[in-house]
């Protein structure tokens, strides 16, 4: 058997989907994944994975002497094969200073220089690309679906955090937040109004994204009166516990952002607004079911990840993204569930 060590140190989102990868290298033996403090829980409980290993490399283990003292504590479990699924310099110097013998990575990025196999990108959504490190090709007639450990004690802990908010029935996630500004929504406000009449509404996400739910845009132009179903902040969940949460969704709107990549594990049908990003760069939704919304600018897009802020200054990418072709979106999908929603 190969022991395997796949480091990914990036965004929260781009761990989910390397979750693919994780699997086809667990049917050859055991995997470990070097990851970021943020991310152990997401692993931790999977299936695919044997131990996970945080590095902290903006934190405790930043710097040369972080690479050292973490490359140390890897040489001594002693890896046959390194795949860097996120393929900086450094994790490519990490997996060097490790000693491990094989290690793999994407030819167009810095860890190539430390690798010993260097694989060309192929075309496709992330997480098939990533089989690529595994020597995988994909099934051509199925899609290839990040997932997630979760744990019995997740969804217990998800059902109790709804029924105390008072959310028993139906209801529609919204995840109004995104580690980069300019990949946000502004008018999540308006549309949870506005679905407010007809099902319940969860937000959820980090800590503090039901704020967003108040962010400027357009006059608002809700139905007349207050919502008649039940609202509910569940922001601030541990992630696994949130990713319940969605599971139990009639559907989910979201940004380009970890909520996103937390639907395709779950299953649960996904409206996807992009901005300055696109869904053909790898990262958009794929369900049977799910729709990708934004609108066609010259200007879009403007960055595979998402920036600080928008290069011209007007961010009319997500701005004129109306929230009436939103919720006919969210309509569709809960209708094909049951008629009398939304």
Same mark, same amino acid.
């Given at each position: 058997?190969?022991?395997?060590?796949?480091?990914q140190?990036?965004w929260?989102g781009d761990?989910?989907?390397?979750?693919?990868l994780?699997?086809?290298l667990a049917a050859?033996?055991?995997?470990?994944?070097?990851?970021?403090?943020?991310?152990v829980?997401?692993l931790e409980?999977?299936?695919?994975?044997?131990?996970?290993? #945080?590095?902290d490399?903006?934190g405790?283990d930043?710097?040369?002497?972080?690479?050292?003292r973490v490359?140390?504590r *890897?040489?001594?479990r002693?890896?046959d094969?390194a795949?860097?699924?996120?393929?900086?310099?450094?994790?490519?110097?990490?997996?060097?200073?490790?000693?491990i013998?094989?290690?793999?990575?994407f030819?167009?990025?810095?860890a190539?220089?430390?690798?010993?196999e260097?694989?060309?990108?192929?075309a496709?959504?992330?997480?098939?690309?990533l089989?690529a490190?595994?020597d995988?090709a994909?099934?051509?007639d199925?899609?290839?679906?990040p997932? *997630?450990?979760?744990t019995?004690?997740d969804h217990?802990a998800?059902?109790a955090r709804l029924?105390?908010?008072g959310?028993t029935g139906?209801?529609?996630?919204?995840a109004p937040?995104?580690?980069?500004?300019?990949?946000?929504? +502004?008018y999540y406000?308006?549309?949870?109004?506005?679905l407010?009449?007809?099902?319940s509404?969860?937000?959820?996400?980090?800590?503090?994204?039901a704020?967003l739910?108040?962010?400027?845009? #357009?006059p608002a132009?809700?139905?007349?009166g207050? #919502?008649s179903h039940?609202?509910?902040d569940?922001t601030? *969940?541990?992630?696994r516990?949130?990713?319940?949460?969605?599971?139990?969704?009639?559907?989910?709107?979201?940004n380009?952002?970890l909520? *996103?990549?937390?639907?395709?594990a779950?299953?649960?049908?996904?409206?996807?607004?992009?901005g300055?990003?696109?869904?053909r760069?790898?990262f958009? #939704?794929?369900?049977?079911?799910?729709v990708?919304?934004?609108?066609?600018?010259?200007?879009?897009?403007c960055?595979?990840?998402?920036?600080a802020?928008? +290069?011209?200054e007007?961010?009319a990418?997500?701005r004129?993204l109306?929230?009436?072709?939103v919720?006919?979106?969210?309509?569709?999908l809960?209708?094909?569930e049951?008629?009398?929603?939304v």
């Amino acid at each position: 058997m190969t022991a395997a060590l796949v480091l990914q140190t990036a965004w929260l989102g781009d761990v989910v989907l390397t979750t693919p990868l994780l699997s086809a290298l667990a049917a050859r033996g055991p995997v470990d994944v070097v990851t970021t403090p943020e991310a152990v829980p997401l692993l931790e409980t999977h299936p695919a994975v044997r131990a996970v290993l #945080p590095y902290d490399k903006r934190g405790a283990d930043r710097g040369p002497r972080g690479v050292v003292r973490v490359a140390r504590r *890897l040489r001594e479990r002693r890896y046959d094969l390194a795949v860097l699924a996120q393929g900086s310099f450094r994790s490519g110097l990490l997996a060097r200073a490790a000693g491990i013998p094989r290690r793999v990575g994407f030819a167009d990025e810095p860890a190539a220089f430390w690798c010993t196999e260097r694989r060309a990108r192929p075309a496709g959504h992330q997480a098939e690309r990533l089989l690529a490190l595994a020597d995988t090709a994909p099934a051509t007639d199925r899609v290839v679906s990040p997932s *997630l450990g979760l744990t019995d004690a997740d969804h217990a802990a998800a059902e109790a955090r709804l029924a105390a908010a008072g959310v028993t029935g139906r209801f529609v996630a919204l995840a109004p937040g995104s580690a980069r500004a300019t990949k946000r929504w +502004p008018y999540y406000g308006e549309l949870a109004h506005a679905l407010g009449a007809h099902v319940s509404i969860v937000v959820v996400g980090a800590q503090g994204d039901a704020d967003l739910l108040g962010s400027a845009g #357009p006059p608002a132009r809700p139905p007349a009166g207050p #919502p008649s179903h039940s609202s509910a902040d569940l922001t601030g *969940l541990p992630v696994r516990v949130s990713a319940a949460v969605i599971a139990r969704a009639a559907a989910a709107v979201t940004n380009d952002s970890l909520a *996103l990549h937390l639907t395709q594990a779950v299953g649960t049908p996904v409206v996807a607004l992009f901005g300055p990003t696109h869904p053909r760069y790898g990262f958009g #939704p794929r369900g049977p079911r799910d729709v990708a919304l934004g609108v066609e600018l010259a200007c879009r897009p403007c960055s595979p990840h998402g920036a600080a802020r928008c +290069p011209l200054e007007h961010h009319a990418c997500l701005r004129t993204l109306d929230v009436a072709a939103v919720r006919a979106a969210v309509r569709h999908l809960t209708l094909a569930e049951e008629a009398t929603c939304v």
